[in-house]
């Protein structure tokens, strides 16, 4: 309701005007501060609470398990610690050759241009990860492309974060350039949460940088609830994809968000009315902190069968695990160990 406030505002406002009190973040919604149950505030300060205004105009007001508000309010569970939750569950730190690049795929790698993301999500497997002390500067540029151009496979760099979609254009308009700069390079892929939580972001500076590139561009939202996606956010997606921009989806099954093949089936069809085709489904990374969100293996089987039931296969998104060390990612189902 009070999100139309949000479309007249420009992103960069959005963007440094986040709230980041989660009292204030209760009180928005009506919420009674007792919500916060001890342990709240110190898992606070371990993970920020950062979150767009616009996004929490998704949220329902006066209800304590909103969907949305529940993937961004720190909680005290978040201190617990169970056996096999970690820091670094992907292994990060050993893939990382140099600033800001992760390459553990054959023909594409991952480049990190800042850390900073426009929303906290509390089951993020980077909440731990040292962003600050890897991001590459300008002179790192020169050692990047030596790389790329050792490495023959690889046709696509991804954009990846942090969110990438944090940068300023001007910025991203570099990037890009020296991108194109590289023949062997096809594809330009984004990773960014930022059209769904500040759709704004999406305006006509970036749909012509990004529709004017040599390069055919990818974007990958990052959506876990069709309650993400009114109608003002659809509109900015449409767009991109009017421009023959390709938009996907990538989702985390999250428990006490997204667990039922309803929710799930829900947003593949939301997903597609805006244009985006559904990617992947991730089932959780076992970071530390996030064992509140996770599902036993059965159940994660149970309601994905019902998935692929109810949805046309095109709009089904492929339930995958990143596994450390793997050469891509795992597809998932029926298996027996998750
Ligand atoms: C997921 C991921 C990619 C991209 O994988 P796709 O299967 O092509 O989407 C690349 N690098 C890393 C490190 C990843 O985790
Ligand atoms: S936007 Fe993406 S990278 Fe940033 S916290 Fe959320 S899941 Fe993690």
Avoid at 5 to 11: G, I, S
Avoid at 288 to 313: C, E, Q, R, T
């Amino acid at each position: 309701m009070i999100n139309y406030l949000y479309q007249e505002q420009n992103w960069q406002s959005q963007l440094s005007d986040l709230i980041t009190d989660p009292l204030e973040l209760l009180e928005q919604l009506r919420l009674s501060p007792e919500q916060l149950l001890s342990g709240a505030i110190l898992a606070s300060e371990q993970f920020k609470l950062r979150v767009p205004r616009a996004f929490v105009g998704k949220m329902v007001t006066g209800d304590p398990l909103d969907p949305l508000l529940l993937q961004v309010l720190p909680h005290h569970l978040e201190l617990e610690e169970h056996p096999g939750f970690v820091t670094d569950p992907l292994a990060e730190e050993n893939a990382n050759q140099q600033p800001g690049v992760l390459h553990k795929y054959k023909s594409r790698f991952l480049l990190t241009l800042t850390g900073a993301c426009a929303v906290h999500c509390r089951y993020c497997f980077r909440r731990h990860f040292p962003y600050q002390e890897n991001l590459p500067k300008n002179e790192d540029w020169l050692n990047i492309k030596a790389y790329l151009e050792s490495q023959s496979d690889i046709n696509e760099v991804i954009l990846s974060g942090g969110d990438p979609l944090t940068l300023s254009n001007r910025k991203l308009a570099l990037w890009i350039e020296r991108l194109e700069s590289i023949p062997q390079l096809k594809f330009l892929r984004i990773h960014s949460r930022v059209p769904v939580v500040i759709p704004n972001r999406v305006d006509e500076a970036l749909i012509s940088i990004l529709k004017n590139s040599r390069l055919r561009i990818i974007l990958v939202i990052h959506s876990n609830h069709a309650s993400e996606l009114d109608d003002f956010t659809c509109s900015r997606l449409k767009e991109l994809t009017q421009q023959h921009i390709t938009v996907l989806n990538q989702a985390v099954l999250l428990k006490g968000v997204n667990n039922s093949a309803q929710v799930l089936t829900d947003l593949s069809y939301r997903l597609f009315d805006a244009g985006v085709m559904p990617y992947y489904l991730h089932v959780l990374d076992k970071v530390k902190g996030a064992h509140h969100f996770d599902l036993m293996p059965d159940s994660i089987d149970l309601i994905y069968k019902d998935v692929l039931a109810n949805l046309p296969g095109y709009l089904v998104p492929k339930l995958v695990r990143e596994i450390a060390g793997e050469k891509n990612k795992t597809p998932l189902f029926g298996v027996s160990t998750y």
